[in-house]
């Protein structure tokens, strides 16, 4: 086995790291509320306070998951997530949108911008938790998938 195959097959066989998440939200409140709610997550959170900040912490560094607020100055949610899907380094990420936004017309936008699940404020421990929980676990197993992939296609080259 060459030395790219076995790395390769290391890395499929990956440990898993401690997630990092981003949350979005222009309320501090809300911002260290979702942030303690976490804390019994094996994660690391990273704050932005709008959807500016949140696409140049993106840029920087990719999170495994974003919580990310709707309704906020600057640039909404739908715009956030929007930019986030249409780039192909992060089309990957998933999204939960945090929103007090009921109305059907709302979801139908938050789906069209790309999200991949939603929350509604006020925020349940329990909910947020367990929708977080299984983001991650696709997110990993998704991840994984690929990495495995790129291996077996090694392996098919250096069986020719």
């Not at 709610?37 to 932005?48: G, H, K, R, S």
């Amino acid at each position: 086995m060459t030395k790219t195959a076995a790395k390769l097959k290391k890395d499929v066989g990956q440990e898993q790291k401690a997630a990092t998440i981003l949350i979005v939200d222009d309320n501090e409140q809300n911002l260290e509320l979702l942030s303690a709610y976490l804390e019994d997550l094996a994660c690391n959170t990273i704050p932005a306070k709008d959807g500016l900040e949140a696409l140049e912490i993106v840029k920087k560094t990719i999170p495994d998951l974003i919580l990310l607020d709707v309704m906020m100055p600057k640039m909404s949610g739908f715009e956030v997530c929007r930019r986030i899907k249409g780039n192909p380094a992060t089309a990957a990420v998933p999204i939960i949108m945090v929103t007090a936004l009921s109305e059907i017309g709302d979801i139908e936008r938050a789906i069209d911008s790309g999200t991949d699940d939603f929350l509604s404020k006020p925020i349940n421990k329990l909910e947020l938790i367990t929708r977080v929980k299984t983001m991650l676990k696709l997110k990993h197993l998704t991840d994984q998938l690929e990495r495995t992939l790129v291996y077996l296609s090694e392996i098919e080259k250096h069986a020719k």
